[in-house]
């Protein structure tokens, strides 16, 4: 999913971390007098009221899906099974709790320039040139199964594979032929960032398969291009620093990072106490003992706003506690199209 490219940040250690809530702190002028102070906790449930702050609708969206779902049955997962991934046999046959087409739309992803450059890519117009195409020959292997396999051509007599505006489900299981990944930690911090990040843009073809001059061959009518993406929080992975109205940026994350932390040692009067634990909405600490914790950063902190940095296991345990959170795959609409190209399937 996206929020997940913050991981070259992660081995900086020297920031002086706070736990959320009331916290007892020591103060600087006498070891042994006890000093308070309170962080207002922000719940992870805020979080698509900050994306929508910041723009970020279809982030927002796909998180509000899984917070909101729950299993549909006693044969349902919450938390997605690996080995879904990266195939799945036949996803019109996933339960609706388990697959999303009905938010991530193609006019509006195309605006992003990722998404025009992974476009230019299959079309041999990308980086790679006509090396990397739609059509290339792991494309045409994958056309000739479809059509001899999942469509029981017979290789002799013409077939029209009449995908063009049908859904993407249909499309993603008897169309797709190709892909090109997309997305990398240095993008920037956006919503298709937010939503996506790094994902999978397919293309699926329509058109008709015939036999001519003894060879099979295929004409195309549309190429179709689509998004497919895994939503999940199964990794242990970073997913940012978040006040009520926003995320912070890589840069001013970075920035504050390699900043000392007097100010705020000096503005309270206190001693950092070593870092604890928080499960976000438990209003649990837990000290650190050697393993992975949760830490709010004491960077750009103004006394009583709410601000929490999150990890996907916060996701995880939330999920635990409510037993609601469902993983999920995301399918964006199709983009046809029209090329009307000739294939040798042999």
Avoid at 53 to 61: E, F, H, K, R, V
Avoid at 250 to 265: L, N, P, R, V
Wanted: charged share 30%; proline share 3%; hydrophobic share 35%.
């Amino acid at each position: 999913m996206g929020m997940n490219d913050f991981r070259e940040l992660e081995n900086y250690s020297h920031v002086k971390r706070f736990v959320f809530g009331q916290t007892n702190l020591v103060s600087k002028d006498d070891p042994n007098k006890g000093h308070k102070i309170y962080i207002e906790p922000l719940g992870l449930k805020h979080i698509p009221t900050a994306m929508r702050a910041m723009g970020w609708n279809l982030s927002a969206d796909l998180m509000d899906r899984w917070f909101e779902t729950e299993k549909e049955d006693d044969k349902d997962w919450l938390e997605m099974p690996t080995n879904l991934k990266p195939n799945i046999p036949d996803p019109r046959k996933l339960k609706k709790s388990q697959v999303c087409t009905d938010k991530a739309k193609m006019d509006y992803l195309i605006k992003f320039k990722r998404i025009r450059d992974a476009i230019n890519e299959l079309l041999g117009k990308g980086k790679s040139g006509e090396k990397f195409s739609w059509y290339d020959t792991a494309a045409i292997n994958s056309l000739r199964k479809l059509l001899l396999d999942k469509h029981e051509w017979n290789g002799c007599s013409s077939f029209d594979l009449d995908l063009y505006n049908k859904d993407v489900l249909t499309v993603e299981h008897f169309g797709k032929i190709n892909r090109v990944s997309f997305g990398s930690p240095i993008d920037t911090l956006d919503d298709l960032y937010g939503s996506i990040g790094r994902a999978d843009l397919h293309v699926a073809v329509d058109g008709l398969a015939f036999f001519e001059s003894g060879i099979r061959k295929f004409k195309t009518r549309y190429i179709g291009f689509y998004i497919k993406d895994y939503y999940d929080f199964n990794k242990q992975q970073f997913l940012g620093v978040w006040t009520k109205d926003c995320v912070l940026s890589k840069f001013k994350f970075a920035e504050k990072m390699i900043e000392t932390d007097h100010d705020i040692t000096s503005q309270y009067g206190i001693n950092i106490p070593e870092p604890v634990r928080f499960l976000a909405e438990t209003y649990e600490a837990i000290t650190e003992s050697g393993v992975h914790y949760n830490y709010i950063e004491a960077i750009d902190w103004k006394k009583g706003e709410a601000i929490a940095e999150v990890w996907n296991s916060d996701f995880q345990n939330w999920r635990k506690k409510h037993n609601k959170g469902h993983d999920f795959i995301t399918f964006s609409d199709v983009l046809w199209m029209p090329v009307e190209k000739i294939l040798k399937l042999d």
